[in-house]
C-alpha cells in the first residue's frame, strides 16, 4: 500500500543465521468425517406410532434422503436432511405424546364423573320416576 505524499521503503527480513541443522515442525490435522445418523427409526417410529400433522411421514422422508445423499458421498447433504428429520421427530414425538396424555387425562375424568354420577343417584335411579308419581 502506497499512501500519497510518502515514498515506498523497502526493509530487509531479519534472517537468523543456524549453524546447526534445521528443523522443521509437521502438524497432522485429523478431520473425522464420521457420516451422520440419518434417524431413519425413530422416523418409522414417529410415522408408524405418532404421525400428528403428517410429521412422521414428513421425518421418514428426510430421512430416506439423508441416506441416499449418505451413500451417494455428499455428506453436507445429508446432515441436512438428517438434521431436519431429526427436528421433525422431535416434534412428532412431543406432539404424539401431548395427545396421549390429554387422551388418558380425559378418559379418566370421563371415567370419574360417571363414576360420580353414580354414587350421588344411584345405579338404577331415573329422574323422571319421581316427578311422574306426583303428578
Known amino acids: 500500500m502506497n499512501l500519497q ?3 515506498p521503503v523497502n526493509v530487509p527480513l531479519q534472517m537468523v543465521r543456524c549453524d546447526g541443522p534445521s528443523v522443521a ?3 497432522t490435522v485429523n478431520v473425522n468425517t464420521e457420516p451422520p445418523k440419518d434417524h431413519i427409526i425413530w422416523s418409522l417410529f ?3 406410532y405418532s404421525n400428528p400433522f403428517c410429521l412422521g ?3 421418514l422422508i428426510f430421512s430416506i ?3 441416499d445423499r449418505k451413500l451417494a458421498g455428499d455428506l453436507n447433504g ?3 436432511y438428517a438434521s431436519t428429520a431429526c427436528c421433525l421427530n422431535i416434534w412428532a414425538t412431543v406432539l404424539g405424546s401431548l395427545m396421549m ?3 388418558i387425562i380425559t378418559i379418566i375424568v370421563l371415567v370419574v364423573q ?3 354420577t353414580d354414587y350421588y343417584m344411584g345405579p338404577n335411579n331415573n329422574y323422571n320416576s319421581n316427578y311422574n308419581s306426583r303428578w
Do not use: M, S
Open 5 to 7: 505524499g510518502y515514498p
Open 25 to 27: 515442525q509437521y502438524y
Open 46 to 48: 414417529c410415522f408408524v
Open 57 to 59: 411421514l414428513t421425518a
Open 65 to 67: 434422503k439423508a441416506r
Open 78 to 80: 445429508a446432515r441436512r
Open 101 to 103: 396424555i390429554v387422551i
Open 114 to 116: 360417571e363414576n360420580d
